[in-house]
């Protein structure tokens, strides 16, 4: 056997944690069983209530089929919400042992009442728990909860704690305040308590500010792009507030916001941290520092140098135990575990990022 | 001699900002009795992303016991033009008029800056020159501005700040591109923010260091509405220099927009290339920060091979702003055998106003084969 055939069916053969599947529900019916009466009537009167002016969907429209890889969508329901297709379509052929569940519908993170948020987030992990980990032992959810509500978001995250099933906690980084804010410590504190990671997925329009410093861009592609900007800023905001001393033990995981950007903006951030540090006294290292011991990186969407091996250069920076791959099964930009990566990797550096840093981070067996 | 070559040219420097007193007699009647009447003429107009105590805004070698820093030519030559031995430096006045509600008392801000600026720096150092500032709140008045400071040739460019009220690339701003293409004017787009929305997605942060950390995610958001929005389709001669932006952050971006182009291109049928080339082609940055480990040469010099290019950068010292210690702002990592084109071509090709035969006022060129 030559060397290219057997590379080739080792990569076959490569298990993955694909660390950012979304789940979806066929109808919002689905929720009803873990909600009360008073809810159920509220959503069907009143709907979600977001901070942006298009009701029911959203204010920059997808290139192609809502976002969705065109060959995803069921006999019935949209992308994400067939478990078998699921399974048929992507669990199977890509050898995923583990899926992390990103559950972004619905999860109250968005909601501007925040009762009906926490209303939400409850019946989206009981959802995530009923409907798919407990068919599904390859799946794990994440305890979703509201950012904007630290009462209850502690509350739920308690309730689910001892919860295999639940492999991480879950808020919004787009949110009314930079995420390292004090408002937002007590989630933090009791993600710490259980040992679960914190995991940032790009989203929406949580807290209504526009998506650049400089206000609302104007095509879908820009907004796609401030998913990594607003990433940045959200890094920024959880090591300049003192976070990481705060809580030595907490782990970051940032989804979907690429990674490319992370040594550059550590350079960036240890530079001027220098001449400014008396502004930020509660900071006693270099920021790179911590952002090397408490965040970690999935890889979709992958950034694609002009010469593939860039990139090595790239996760050099970064850590090879600090990235995860991950393919946003179903949306139109799914990274296919095959192919995203076009830089040669030795099988020690695939298993890591492809398997190990994942089972590490998330203390999978 | 603290760079390998003579005649570099320094496209950024920061000569301290009048204040309303001085440049009373360059605003008519209406305006000077409205600063007198309303109190406001003693008040600093400066603005909040270059607060002067901060340690960024001056370094501290550089701060003088009393007085404004760069606050007079004299120093100027001396921690600048002198010891670097430069050609050029364009002088990019950092101005709180842009950040005022009240478009006319801008414009009348601006316009006085710019008279200021011909008469106090331009008219009195031959090696200087300067960007236009303008009321960037009203395109017709900025345009306005453009056209009556145009015929000055020794003002290179339009400046604009790199967070406002709306991107860049939106279509009420084109009439600036327009004039600035019209007059061979480069677009600068600087460091700094008028604070109409906050500095992140995610609302207000709370420390000065985070702000300025977050000016390369809005240069990146900025680049991107550029070159989304078409205007590099439109003004096809046009050149934008990202100025204070840093530039380590670029690869990513080429790597990241070019793919998302390649999916997304439907949405912009007018960007017929990828926008890596047209970034190669339309846009320059400033040298200075470099947002690199000062420990590891190696990651400077593996970014910028991940750039592509040597035809990117522009030598800037950003003086007075603390981006640099000494005289090293040179650091080891840049490629030592294209020198001249970072401290010097680069520039004359970016700024067509550079070459300009020398004037009477103008300083002589020691050789000719200089010009490009």
Redesign the interface.
């Known amino acids: 056997m030559n060397i290219a055939v057997r590379q080739a069916t080792a990569a076959q053969r490569l298990k993955v944690v694909d660390c950012d599947i979304h789940p979806v529900f066929r109808t919002p019916a689905e929720l009803h069983p873990f909600m009360s009466a008073r809810w159920r009537e509220h959503m069907a009167t009143f709907g979600t209530h977001f901070r942006h002016g298009l009701a029911g969907q959203l204010p920059y429209p997808r290139?192609m089929a809502a976002g969705m890889r065109v060959d995803s969508f069921p006999e019935d329901g949209p992308p994400g919400s067939d478990l078998d297709l699921m399974r048929r379509q992507h669990l199977d052929p890509n050898g995923v042992e583990v899926g992390m569940l990103i559950a972004l519908s619905r999860g109250g993170m968005e909601e501007r009442n925040l009762d009906f948020g926490a209303a939400l987030s409850s019946a989206i992990n009981d959802w995530q728990l009923e409907c798919w980990v407990k068919k599904e032992p390859r799946l794990r959810a994440a305890i979703v909860v509201p950012q904007e509500n630290a009462e209850f978001a502690v509350a739920e995250i308690e309730r689910r704690a001892g919860d295999p099933a639940f492999a991480q906690v879950m808020i919004s980084?787009?949110?009314?305040?930079?995420?390292?804010?004090r408002r937002y410590w007590p989630i933090y504190a009791a993600a710490e308590r259980c040992g679960k990671p914190v995991a940032l997925h790009v989203s929406g329009y949580s807290?209504g500010?526009?998506?650049?410093?400089?206000?609302?861009?104007?095509?879908?592609?820009?907004e796609?792009?401030?998913m990594?900007?607003?990433m940045?800023?959200?890094l920024?905001?959880l090591v300049?507030?003192g976070v990481l001393e705060r809580f030595p033990k907490i782990k970051f995981v940032m989804i979907e916001g690429?990674f490319?950007?992370a040594?550059?903006?550590t350079?960036?951030?240890?530079?001027?941290?220098a001449?400014?540090r008396?502004?930020?006294p509660h900071l006693r290292r270099p920021p790179s520092e911590y952002v090397r011991e408490h965040f970690w990186f999935t890889t979709q969407?992958i950034?694609?140098?002009?010469?593939p091996e860039?990139l090595l250069?790239i996760i050099e920076?970064i850590g090879w135990d600090r990235l995860m791959f991950s393919t946003d099964y179903p949306h139109?930009?799914f990274d296919d575990p095959k192919q995203a990566i076009k830089a040669r990797l030795t099988e020690a550096q695939k298993a890591k990022i492809f398997r190990d840093n994942a089972k590490a981070v998330y203390g999978l067996q | 001699m603290k760079l390998p070559l003579e005649g570099a040219i320094d496209c950024d420097v920061h000569p301290a900002m009048p204040g309303v007193p001085a440049l009373l007699p360059y605003l008519d009647d209406y305006w000077r009795d409205q600063f007198a009447n309303r109190h406001i003429d003693r008040l600093p107009f400066t603005l909040s992303s270059y607060l002067p105590s901060s340690p960024l805004t001056v370094r501290p070698d550089w701060r003088p016991a009393s007085g404004s820093p760069a606050g007079d030519l004299d120093t100027i030559r001396r921690h600048v033009l002198d010891p670097f031995a430069v050609r050029y430096a364009i002088c990019n006045p950092l101005h709180g008029a842009v950040a005022l509600f009240n478009d006319d008392m801008a414009a009348a801000l601006c316009g006085a800056v710019n008279d200021w600026t011909a008469r106090e720096l331009l008219d009195r150092e031959p090696r200087l020159r300067a960007s236009i500032l303008v009321p960037a709140q009203s395109p017709e008045l900025a345009v306005r501005e453009i056209e009556r400071k145009a015929p000055d040739r020794r003002f290179v460019q339009v400046l604009l700040l790199a967070m406002g009220e709306a991107p860049l690339g939106r279509r009420t701003n084109w009439p600036i591109y327009a004039a600035a293409e019209k007059h061979e004017l480069a677009i600068g787009i600087h460091a700094g923010s008028t604070y109409r929305v906050a500095p992140t997605y995610a609302g207000w942060t709370s420390y000065r260091v985070e702000d300025y950390v977050a000016q390369s995610a809005a240069f990146e958001t900025q680049l991107l509405s550029l070159v989304a929005e078409g205007v590099f389709q439109k003004f096809p001669r046009l050149r934008v220099v990202l100025i204070e932006s840093g530039f380590t952050w670029l690869p990513t971006w080429l790597w990241r927009t070019a793919k998302t182009w390649r999916g997304v291109r439907a949405e912009v049928p007018w960007i017929d290339r990828s926008p890596a080339e047209i970034v190669r082609e339309h846009v320059r940055f400033t040298l200075q920060p470099i947002d690199a480990p000062p420990a590891d040469p190696h990651a400077l010099a593996r970014t910028l091979e991940h750039v592509g290019s040597d035809r990117l950068l522009l030598f800037s010292t950003d003086y007075p702003h603390w981006q640099f210690d000494g005289d090293d702002v040179l650091p080891a990592g840049l490629p030592g055998d294209t020198m001249r084109q970072l401290l010097i071509d680069n520039a004359l090709e970016t700024y067509p106003r550079l070459r300009d035969a020398p004037t009477a006022a103008g300083r002589k060129r020691k050789k000719s084969k200089e010009a490009p």
């Open positions: 290139m980084p787009r949110s009314s305040d930079p995420l390292g804010h807290g500010h526009p998506s650049t410093g400089s206000g609302w861009p104007t095509y879908y592609m820009q796609h792009y401030a990594s900007t607003g940045q800023n959200t920024a905001s300049f507030e690429g490319a950007w040594p550059a903006l350079w960036r951030m240890d530079k001027h941290w001449r400014m008396a502004e930020t969407p950034e694609e140098p002009e010469q860039h250069d920076w139109w930009d």
